[in-house]
């Protein structure tokens, strides 16, 4: 297997962040773990394996990222607002150490798909909404678009509503908006089985962002696996071997 695992660089964290890069050409994928996982955590619980045909035959490169989120969104002594403000220093990370490192690995490859499961999906959602310039498409798989629902507390500012996709979709309009609708394209997945509604909530989420991108004209598919789908790694197995070839 090609793999490449570097160290960059995270200000405003109590260490850097991990990348591990597989493949040796194709489209950058960027990878987001699951909730307060490491860029390991995808080979680890057989999502690369998954992928595997479209590495071999240099249709992609992988870039599995760290996530910050027990400084961030995990962090339940904290209110709300503080996590989003925090989550500010991950978003610099992603769009500056990490892209430009992809950048520099990958010349000329252009922009990027973003995906993730669970937690990561939201990351993944989030950062194709705002950064569509880089990230046009995102693959969702068993995410909750609405941290409010997070366990939070505390009142909300703005940094809490611009990290929100369910409070700031509703609102979108003018010049941005039409430049989303020719740029953005979202796959929306989750089942209908354990753990899926409770207590992640996950499907209902998935459903409500769903409406809003809907209501908006904003390009996406909803994809509602079966009673028996599971919020599980090997029900991402299947999805993200189904839906990411469409994109290489």
């Known amino acids: 297997m090609d793999r490449y695992q570097i160290e ?14 597989y493949g040796h050409w194709g489209r950058p994928v960027v990878v987001f773990p ?22 071999d035959a240099g249709r992609i490169k992988l870039y599995c990222v760290d996530s910050f989120d027990q400084y961030t969104w995990s962090d339940q002594w904290i209110s709300l607002e503080e996590r989003a403000q925090r989550h500010r220093a991950y978003s610099s990370w992603i769009t500056e150490q990490v892209t430009g490192f992809i950048s520099s690995d990958t010349p000329g490859a252009g922009d990027a798909v973003v995906t993730g499961c669970s937690l990561g999906a939201y990351h993944a959602l989030q950062f194709a909404l705002t950064r569509a310039d880089l990230f046009p498409v995102a693959i969702c798989l068993s995410g909750n678009y609405d941290p409010s629902s997070w366990r939070s507390w505390g ?78 790694w090997h029900w991402w197995q299947r999805q993200i071997a189904e839906y990411l070839p469409r994109f290489c």
């Open 8 to 21: 960059l660089d995270a200000p405003g964290f109590e260490r850097r962040g991990t990348v591990i890069r």
């Open 155 to 232: 009142e909300r500012g703005d940094a809490a509503y611009f990290a929100n996709p369910t409070d700031y979709v509703p609102n979108l309009g003018g010049d941005h908006l039409d430049w989303l609708r020719s740029r953005f394209f979202a796959v929306l997945v989750a089942g209908q089985g354990d753990w899926e509604t409770h207590p992640t909530g996950a499907l209902p989420s998935t459903r409500r962002i769903s409406e809003l991108l809907g209501s908006k004209g904003i390009n996406h598919e909803l994809n509602l696996w079966g009673h028996d789908v599971s919020h599980d």
């Open 34 to 55: 699951s909730e307060a996982g490491r860029a390991w955590d995808y080979e680890n619980n057989g999502m690369v394996a998954a992928v595997q045909p479209l590495l």
